[in-house]
């Protein structure tokens, strides 16, 4: 029984995490409610370097133009460092409080109705898509929009909070072409997961109720469920859909609520 709830953690948290649903908010109360791997907070780690990868798969041409440290790219990494820094600034002044709220559901279900009002607020923005022929061209946020678009980031380690919600909506906020803002949204995730699991694994809490090889299969169908959901993610972004989520995240944290009243 452990192994199945073990892979329905990792289909909650590969479909969620990209989905603007909050993969974490899904993650407590799923825990809360089957007393399986709860507040296990490795384990979330582990279930998020396999959506990670499934970035890293989606946008891996984006990521090797990257790599090529021309001005375009250099410029676009900056913004990226930028946009981290916010994140690992709160995760590292307010660890002990922010891994509480791991084993508060409550609380994830309020932050889940504030999921389902920041989507809420996107339904009037006009963005356009931002088409260029001959592939990709890194096209990089202003470095003050970039910092703004962390702070949404850094908002999202709150369980219940919606990392890719409050990314694309800070990025459409901000001007933002519809698909470049799923896209910085995408490859922002990369250094924040990455730094989550270095931080772990310095402070020694590698500590999980899973054996090696669940973490490895929870990874796996993670990583699976993720590449089918960053793509659902990012047309519904550049179709308008966005929003609509909102009219999941805000029943689905009242009823939480009040069950666990």
């Known amino acids: 029984m452990a192994i199945f709830y073990l892979i329905l953690l990792a289909v909650v948290q590969g479909l969620t995490e990209f989905l603007p649903v909050s993969s974490s908010g899904h993650l407590v109360l799923l825990q809360h409610w089957t ?21 890293v798969v989606v946008y891996r041409r984006e ?4 790599v090529a440290f021309d001005a375009p790219a250099v410029q676009y990494l900056a913004a990226m460092v930028v ?3 916010p994140a690992v600034g709160v995760g590292l002044l307010f660890k002990e409080p922010i891994e509480s709220l791991f084993s508060n559901p409550r ?62 909506a800070a990025s459409l906020w901000l001007g ?60 519904l972004v550049v179709q308008k859909h966005f929003w609509k989520f909102g009219f999941y995240c805000i029943p689905l944290g009242l009823i939480a609520f009040f069950l666990l009243g």
């Open 83 to 85: 946009g981290t820094l």
């Open 107 to 168: 609380a994830a279900a309020v932050a889940l109705v504030v999921t389902g009002l920041i989507l809420f607020s996107t339904r009037r923005t006009d963005n356009k898509v931002h088409n260029l022929p001959g592939g990709w061209h890194p096209v990089a946020p202003p470095l003050h929009k970039a910092l703004l678009i962390g702070c949404a980031q850094a908002l999202a380690i709150v369980p219940g909070i919606s990392r890719s919600g409050s990314t694309i």
């Open 176 to 235: 933002l072409a519809r698909d470049e803002a799923a896209r910085f949204s995408f490859l922002l995730a990369v250094p924040a997961i990455a730094g989550a699991l270095v931080l772990h694994v310095i402070g020694g809490e590698v500590d999980s109720q899973a054996g090696g090889l669940a973490l490895f299969l929870g990874a796996v169908v993670a990583f699976l469920v993720g590449l089918v959901a960053i793509r659902l993610t990012a047309l």
């Open 63 to 66: 990521i090797r133009r990257l």
């Open 35 to 55: 007393r399986v791997f709860d507040g296990d907070v490795f384990l979330d780690v582990i279930l998020h370097v396999g959506t990670l990868l499934a970035v």
